[in-house]
C-alpha cells in the first residue's frame, strides 16, 4: 500500500484537520509516516494569513517537491490562491478547504486505485499531541471582519458544529486516554450564535464538565467584548476549567481598533481585564498585538505599552501589520514602512519581556499541578494552567529523581523563573 506523508502550517485549526486528513486515508487504507523520504504521496497543509506564513508554504510545497514524489496542497493557500497556484504549479494536486466534503475524489489525481469516495471525518481523526492532550475544534470561520485579516476570505463565514456532535467527539477522545481538551475556532465566544437549538459557549462547556474522564479542559481565541459575567464565573467556580483567558486584543488604542474593524474600546478592554482578576485571582492572561498598523503613531506606541504595564499580561504575541490583498485595510493610507514596523515590535517585545519576567517571579514557591508533556535539556516537561500547548508560551521545566511518563498528572514545586520560561522540582 502506499506512504502518505503530512507537512503541517500554520495554526492549531489548520493542525486538526491535518489531524482529520491522516485518519481519513488511514481508513483507505493508506500507510501512514512520518518520513519524508519515506513516503510515495506527501500532502503540505498550507497556511496563507500573512506574508510570513504564505512564503513558508511556497518554500515548503517547493522543497517537497525536490523528493520527486506526488505533492498535494491543502489548506488556507490552497483555499486563497488555488487558481494562481495551478498555473504557476501544474504537477502539484490541490485540494482546497471548500472541497474537504470530497477529498478522495479529488486524492483520485495522485491515486487513481483510491475506491473510497467521501470526505474528512473526525471520526477517522489520528490525534498528533499525545495520547493525553487532543485540540477540539467547535466550528469553522469567521464573521468580525477585521479589516486586517484575510480569514474570513479564507475559510468563510462563522458556522458551529452542532453541540451533540462537539460532545460525541469529547467523550470519543476521553474514553481514547485523553486527558486534556483545548477548545478552539477563530472565536469560541461566538460558538452557538448560528444554531437552532439555543445554546452558547457556556452551555457547551457545562457539557464537557460532565465528562468525567477530563482533567483539563482550556479555553483559546476569546472575543474581547463577547466574554460573559457567565463565561468567568463559569472558569472562576469550576477547577477543570482552566483559569487560562486567551484574548487577543490586537491593540489597546481605540482609534486603532476603530480602524481595524474591531468591536470596543481601551475602556472596554480595562474593565475586563480587571473583572477577569477581581472574579479569578489565579488568572493566567495572554493576548496578541499588532504593531504597525495604517496611520499608528508613536504616542499609539507608547500607549499601548502603558496599557500592557498596566494589565501586565502573563504571555504576549506580537507581530507586525501585513497588507493583505482583499481585505479593507489593503487601501487604507498611512501605509507605514517595513523598518518603522520592526522597530515598534521591538520596543513592544522589550517591554513584554520585563512585565514576563516580573509576572514569572510571583510564581516561585506555588505548586502546579499538571500532565507531563515530555523531556527537553534532560528536564522534564509540564503543562499546568499556565501554559497552553501551541509553542507561543513559554515552558516549565522540573527535575524528578523517578521516571515519568508523558501524560502523568504531577505536582511541580516552582523554585526559579526567567523572562518567558520556569524551573521547579517534582513535589512526590
Known amino acids: 500500500m502506499l506512504k502518505v506523508g503530512l507537512v503541517s502550517l500554520g495554526c492549531a485549526k489548520n493542525l486538526v484537520d491535518s489531524e482529520n486528513i491522516l485518519g481519513l486515508l ?6 501512514i509516516t512520518p518520513s519524508i523520504e519515506d513516503s510515495d504521496i506527501i500532502i503540505v497543509n498550507t497556511c496563507g494569513f500573512i506574508d510570513s506564513s504564505k512564503k513558508e ?8 517537491l525536490s523528493y520527486n514524489k506526488k505533492v498535494v496542497v491543502t489548506g488556507c493557500l490552497a483555499q486563497r490562491y488555488e487558481g494562481e497556484l495551478r498555473k504557476e504549479i501544474p504537477e502539484v494536486t490541490f485540494i482546497p478547504i471548500h472541497d474537504y466534503d470530497k477529498f478522495n475524489e479529488l486524492f483520485k489525481r495522485v491515486d487513481k486505485d483510491l475506491k473510497n469516495n467521501g470526505g474528512l471525518d473526525d471520526h477517522y481523526r489520528i490525534i498528533s499531541t499525545g495520547n493525553y492532550s487532543a485540540y477540539l475544534k467547535i466550528g469553522e470561520g469567521c464573521d468580525n471582519c477585521c479589516s486586517y485579516c484575510a480569514i474570513p476570505l479564507i475559510r468563510g463565514h462563522f458556522v458551529s458544529r452542532p453541540y451533540n456532535e462537539i460532545i460525541e ?25 448560528d444554531l437552532k437549538e439555543k445554546v452558547n459557549i457556556v452551555d457547551l462547556l457545562n457539557g464537557l464538565l460532565k465528562i468525567e474522564k477530563l482533567d483539563y479542559i482550556r479555553l483559546l481565541y476569546l472575543y474581547p467584548d463577547e466574554i460573559s459575567d457567565e463565561l468567568i464565573d463559569l472558569i472562576a467556580k469550576e477547577k477543570k476549567l482552566t483559569p487560562y483567558f486567551d484574548i487577543p486584543i490586537q491593540h489597546s488604542e481605540t482609534s486603532i481598533l476603530k480602524a481595524m474593524n474591531r ?4 475602556e472596554l478592554l480595562r474593565q475586563l481585564f480587571n473583572k477577569i482578576k477581581s472574579k479569578v485571582p489565579n488568572a493566567i492572561l495572554r493576548t496578541t498585538v499588532m504593531v504597525g498598523f495604517p496611520g499608528e503613531t508613536e504616542e499609539d506606541v507608547d500607549n499601548l505599552i502603558k496599557f500592557m504595564e498596566e494589565v501586565e499580561f502573563d504571555h504576549l504575541g506580537a507581530f507586525t501589520y501585513s497588507r ?9 493610507k498611512n501605509q507605514i514602512n517595513e523598518k518603522n514596523k520592526k522597530k515598534r515590535l521591538e520596543r513592544v517585545m522589550h517591554a513584554q519581556q520585563r512585565i514576563s519576567y516580573k509576572r514569572n517571579k510571583q510564581h516561585i514557591g506555588e505548586i ?12 522534564y516537561l509540564l503543562r499546568s494552567y499556565w501554559n497552553a500547548p501551541d ?18 498528572k504531577v505536582k511541580v514545586k516552582i523554585d526559579s523563573a526567567f523572562v518567558y520560561d520556569l524551573q521547579g522540582e517534582l513535589v512526590e
Open 368 to 379: 502546579m499541578e499538571g500532565l507531563v508533556v515530555g523531556k527537553e535539556k534532560g528536564q
Open 324 to 332: 493583505e490583498e482583499g481585505t479593507k485595510s489593503f487601501e487604507f
Open 57 to 64: 508554504s511556497i518554500e515548503t510545497i517547493f522543497e517537497m
Open 169 to 193: 467527539e469529547a467523550n470519543s477522545l476521553a474514553d481514547s486516554g485523553i486527558k486534556e481538551v483545548i477548545v478552539l475556532e477563530q472565536d469560541t465566544t461566538k460558538y452557538g450564535i
Open 26 to 31: 488511514k481508513h483507505d487504507g493508506y500507510i
Open 391 to 408: 509553542d507561543v508560551d513559554g515552558k516549565i521545566y522540573f527535575s524528578s529523581n523517578k521516571d515519568l511518563k508523558e501524560g502523568e
Open 263 to 266: 468591536r470596543g474600546d481601551k
